[in-house]
């Protein structure tokens, strides 16, 4: 791989002696990443201002962070290294990053809490801005993600309530974040704590609220994790904290999920919805659809309005299964009154959920039972209410409560019999769901072998399955369409350095030919068209008997290869530009379209007839110069 050469070299001194590259650990749209040596440290020398680096005996090892916007910037690869603007309509754009980057160092320099990136310095150099900050040994937890999907709940919400309290401290200081999402959490190897880190798109505010500056509009945008409003920078002139909270609440989604919440802008239009934890995995509490359907919630004011109100609702989630649990205890022992009062309790806390909503229909419909027949309706109707949000083994119990209550209606027996089979079936849904959602995933990244083992597991599971066949031979498809263009792209520039500029032609016309709605027809046509631009013409007197011995060739032993008959066409025609009145040439022309009009065997045509001298230069084995056939 060719070497970057806006990146600085190992070993590169900054601050005048007091860090020492040791290598870089990334490169973004709007920095690079290094890893350095502390081997010096700047002392006060006198009361003006003036200091010194001493050098120090124990080297430690920071994290330094420099500004860099690859789009119009460019470093110097003399020895100065500094950073000049390609594009000077960027300069104003580029002086705000360069103090959205102090403004970043000052932010973190101001906050101190065991749950936030620790700065040490912020200084200027090689024309842009650098941050030092604590080098800590871990990963972050987008990384995490990649490689296990989704966390454990007793991990999520460790995090959650870490990054919370970060957060708590971060507004504090009227500071909001602005990008908090997985790849902005770093874990701790030493501790497994969350550090919140990249406080790159923070804004700082005003005691009263108001922005204290405004930020480039190069760094400004939504994505996943933030709220639509976020997209407008007249939105940030004012402090809300629902902006961090609906950043984190959708980063607790993913981790519980191992599903990207959906871009908040398709929700607000309309064009996406919210799929629920529950329905995602039916071992997660519905408590956990309230805290996301109210963190995640479009308009802000339906949010959490703090860090401290998001807390209150996690720490609250114990508190709501301890009342469902026992308002079910008291249901089982028909003592719904109490049974009520629990669910009442429990709904308090982010609403009511599904679960004491249908709950709490069950313990009022037992209450209002008088008589049998009383019992046997009520029971009934809840039970296809459960039926109908596809609550099984609930409708189940239901339907035969009823039948208990009032014995042997052929109604209540056939949507037993119904229940029974459902739930059987269920667990085989259940995986075919999850095998589904799993293509879904390797498919959006490209990853289709993957995707094709997990279709054949599900043919394993529906032999029958009629998307799983088409969607398993549409990839099937796409990686063999995938490895000939590799193949045509490799062997072509082989012909290519070869100056074999017909045989690549010919390759590049069949992959076309082969394969005419490819996505990769644009790089073919390029490859194509540089092939008719750098072909070498022969320069001899025979090129016009060449050409023609070439076409009876291709007419002779494939009369019906459209591709190899377009390509003596061309030839015939780049010849015509040169010898526009030659009668062979116009013949042959005119036969050659015919056959490519027709595609269709026909009686074998007389050829024409070229002069005697010509037909000895052909016995005399005149080059062909396409390698066709």
Known sequence: MAEDKNILPVGTILNNGCYKIQKKLGKGGFGIT?????IGIEELIDDDGKTEVRPLKSHELVV?????????CNRDTQETRVITITNTEKNKEWEKLVEKQKQEGRYLRALNHKHIVKNKKIFLENGTAYIVMEYLEGIDLEEI??????LSLDKALKY?????????????????????????????KDTDDAILIDFGASLAYEPDGKVKNTTSKLVSGVSYYAATEQND????????ATLDTFSLAGTFYHMITGVLPPKPSLRVSGRAELIMPNIIDSDLSDYFDALISKGLSTKYHDRFSSSDEFLIALDNQSVYERKVKSAQTYYAQKQYDEALKEIKIAAAFLGETKTTKLLKEQCIAENKA???????DELFKLALQFEANRDFENALTNYQKANQANPGKAECMAKIDTCKRIIEQRSKQQQLADLWIKVRNEESVGRYEKAIELLNKILDIDANNAEAFKLKNQLESKIAEKKEYEKCKKTGADLEKSKKWDEALTLYLNF???????????????????????????????????????????????????????????QIDALLVEFPTSSELLSYKGYIEDKINSLKPIDKQPEPVINASKQDNERSGSKVWIGIG
């Open 64 to 72: 330094i962070k420099e500004l860099f916007f690859e789009e119009f």
């Open 145 to 150: 993600m990649k490689k296990s999907e989704k």
């Open 160 to 188: 959650t309530r870490q990054i919370l309290s970060a957060l708590h401290h971060v507004h504090q200081h009227n500071i909001l974040h602005l990008d908090v999402k997985p790849s902005n959490i770093f874990i701790r």
């Open 370 to 376: 008088d008589s049998n027949e009383q019992k046997y």
């Open 34 to 38: 290094y890893l350095a040596e502390e």
């Open 512 to 570: 076309q030919s082969q394969y005419p709605q490819s996505d990769y027809n644009a790089d073919i046509a390029i490859a194509i068209d540089r092939c008719k631009k750098t072909r070498i013409i022969p320069t001899s007197d025979n090129r016009i008997s060449d050409t023609l011995t070439n076409a009876r060739d291709v007419i002779s032993n494939f009369p019906t290869d459209e591709v190899k008959l377009k390509a003596v066409l061309w």
């Open 233 to 240: 920078i007249d939105n940030l002139k004012a402090f809300d």
